[in-house]
């Protein structure tokens, strides 16, 4: 498990990688605050895998902190990492500004409400971040608002 103590050494460990699979590695909050502190001085990290660890909704809130300062990231897949409402709004709300993300996945994450919070997140992300080429949105629970509200989006280009 990784934790935060280590992050100096992932620093310099990751400094000339340009892809980081961490997939199935039993990273959770702390550990993601270890990454994180080191992606916020890296600028060569093009692709960061985390999918099936249990970062949860801090570990989810740290990533989007760290992508307000880090705009070398273009790949990020979260999925599988019991992302929440409240960790997908943050991380949405980031995108509006940070167009470095090429490819997000966010597949499969822990919604506690039927209210579509995130969807409209994510159709005002969409809206205006013009860099984002690929997103994954699988198990989402979106309903035909997404699909309205997504095609102005695609209307738009």
């Known amino acids: 498990m ?14 000339f990688l340009e892809k980081l699979n961490l997939t199935m590695c039993d990273i959770e909050a702390k550990g993601t605050e270890a990454l994180c502190t080191g992606l916020q ?8 895998i ?16 760290t992508l307000q300062v880090n705009n070398s990231l273009a790949e990020l897949d979260m999925s599988d990492t019991d992302q929440t409402n409240e960790s997908l709004i943050a991380l949405t709300t980031v995108l509006l500004d940070n167009t470095s993300i090429k490819k997000l996945n ?9 209210q579509e919070e995130t969807t409209i997140h994510f159709s005002k992300m969409l809206h205006v971040n013009y860099g984002l080429t690929e997103l ?6 979106m309903r035909d608002f997404w699909c309205n509200t997504a095609s102005r989006k695609f209307e738009r280009q």
Request: glycine letters at 8%; hydrophobic letters at 30%; charged letters at 25%.
């Open 136 to 141: 994954h949105l699988s198990k989402h629970d």
């Open 41 to 48: 001085m890296n600028e060569n990290l093009k692709s960061l």
């Open 50 to 65: 985390l999918k099936g660890n249990k970062i949860g909704r801090q570990g989810g809130i740290l990533l989007s902190a």
């Open 106 to 114: 966010v597949s499969n994450p822990r919604l506690n409400s039927e």
């Open 2 to 15: 990784l934790v935060p103590s280590q992050s100096e050494n992932l620093c310099k460990i990751t400094k």
